[in-house]
């Protein structure tokens, strides 16, 4: 296998988790990728501690204070053996019936979010964190649940340009 996923339910003590980890290294013939989602608020797979929600940074606007709590959450999983982490969630919250994104994403504005998102990989990226910006295309502007339904964004190919895939184009570009 190229790379591992724990999840919530593989979490039991930090000792575990490293331990785990530290494990999958040494079964690998290559250097895994070993992933968590730890966002931050609502998504954190390990929850000895807590981080805000990233609408918080948002509100905030101050980009030093995203690159510190964006620092300190993955100091404390590369501190566990994790090199990836499934973060930063990109998705505009551009549909305030969602019921997955709220908080989760910086911003209702993609020119906000998108700057925040931006900062986040490239601190992540810094200390040699593999990043992912989510939920590509976009998942802010749905009403379903995608983890029990298949949601779809009914807007022209300029709209979605407009809002939901600008954090993902400054995420790549």
């Not at 039991?12 to 040494?26: G, I, P, R």
């Not at 990728?33 to 609502?42: H, K, M, P, V, Y």
């Not at 999983?77 to 973060?87: E, M, P, S, T, V």
């Not at 993609?110 to 989510?134: G, T, W, Y």
Request: charged residues 25%; proline residues 7%; contains cysteine.
């Amino acid at each position: 296998p190229a790379g591992f996923i724990l999840f919530g339910r593989n979490v039991e003590t930090l000792e575990q988790v490293w331990e785990c980890n530290q494990k999958l290294y040494a079964l690998s013939k290559q250097p895994p990728i070993l992933s968590i989602d730890q966002e931050g608020g609502r998504v954190r797979r390990i929850k000895d501690t807590y981080w805000p929600p990233m609408r918080h940074l948002g509100n905030l606007d101050d980009l030093d204070w995203t690159e510190k709590i964006i620092r300190g959450i993955n100091q404390e999983i590369l501190d566990l053996g994790f090199n990836a982490n499934w973060a930063p969630c990109a998705d505009v919250d551009s549909n305030p019936d969602n019921p997955v994104i709220g908080d989760r994403s910086f911003s209702r504005s993609p020119e906000l979010c998108a700057k925040h998102v931006e900062r986040c990989i490239e601190v992540m990226h810094s200390m040699n964190m593999i990043a992912c910006a989510k939920h590509f295309p976009g998942h802010g502007d749905t009403d379903l649940d995608s983890h029990l339904d298949l949601p779809t964004v009914n807007k022209s190919k300029r709209d979605i340009e407009n809002c939901e895939l600008i954090p993902f184009q400054r995420s790549i570009d």
